[in-house]
């Protein structure tokens, strides 16, 4: 609304399209909670999918999707960070992986391909910190494992279309970012800030001050934020 340029808000656009025709009908405040709200079952469905065509279970299946679809990592976005409500994606492209790994084929090849681009242009942290890892795990997986269920033309002719689909799809939203940084337009970092928002071991041990439980607790409250402080100074 103030005329700010930001590119990189370009590469999430699935969540923000998905919230167009239900203003309308719900406002603001209730399509951001009916988005919300439905993150939840269809987190559920996308992991159970996954988990039954894995390990043939159901009882198995059902635990995983009620896991994902109220795991820690999504509940303490539900503060405001909207984009991360939208990650019924990621386990819909590692199934559709793996079915383009054991089934070659069109509608394997053009599903995965579809599900890739959707859990990258839901959140540029999915495609870097889900996506970019989750795939080459998978193929080293197979590579070490069982080699010719990738080293053969079927699946590099399914995973050439799965890309070409995805990069069609993303294009239009990661060109301009990608152009921007490429002629040096970008202005987002600063002198410093890698240090300020780096991730390092301390954090893996110390709770962050924003989960609910550290808040209502004062004295483990005040722990936290004396450490951080300290360790920021």
């Not at 923000?16 to 309308?24: A, E, R």
């Not at 988990?51 to 994902?68: E, H, K, M, N, Q």
């Not at 559709?96 to 242009?121: C, D, E, H, V, Y």
Request: net charge positive; proline share 8%.
């Amino acid at each position: 609304p103030e005329g700010a340029y930001m590119p990189l808000l370009m590469t999430a656009p699935i969540p923000h399209l998905f919230s167009i025709p239900l203003q309308p009908i719900f406002g603001l405040i209730g399509t951001y909670n009916f988005l919300l709200l439905i993150s939840f079952p269809l987190c559920g469905m996308a992991m159970y999918a996954l988990a039954l065509d894995v390990t043939r279970s159901r009882p198995g299946a059902f635990i995983a999707g009620l896991i994902y679809a109220f795991f820690p990592g999504k509940m303490v976005h539900i503060a405001g960070h909207y984009l991360q409500f939208h990650i019924y994606w990621l386990p819909l492209y590692v199934l559709f992986l793996l079915r383009l790994i054991r089934q070659p084929g069109r509608k394997n090849a053009l599903l995965t391909g579809l599900f890739l681009a959707l859990s990258s242009i839901s959140h540029l942290m999915h495609a870097a910190y889900f996506v970019g890892l989750i795939t080459p795990f998978i193929l080293l997986y197979y590579l070490i494992f069982d080699r010719r269920a990738i080293l053969n033309r079927r699946f590099a002719g399914g995973l050439t279309t799965a890309l070409i689909v995805a990069s069609i799809i993303m294009a239009p939203f990661y060109g301009p970012y990608i152009y921007d940084t490429l002629t040096h337009a970008n202005r987002f970092d600063y002198p410093g800030g890698d240090v300020i928002f780096c991730a390092d071991l301390l954090h893996l041990f110390v709770p962050v001050p924003v989960h609910p439980i550290v808040q209502r607790i004062p004295w483990l409250y005040r722990f936290v934020t004396g450490i951080l402080r300290y360790e920021n100074s």
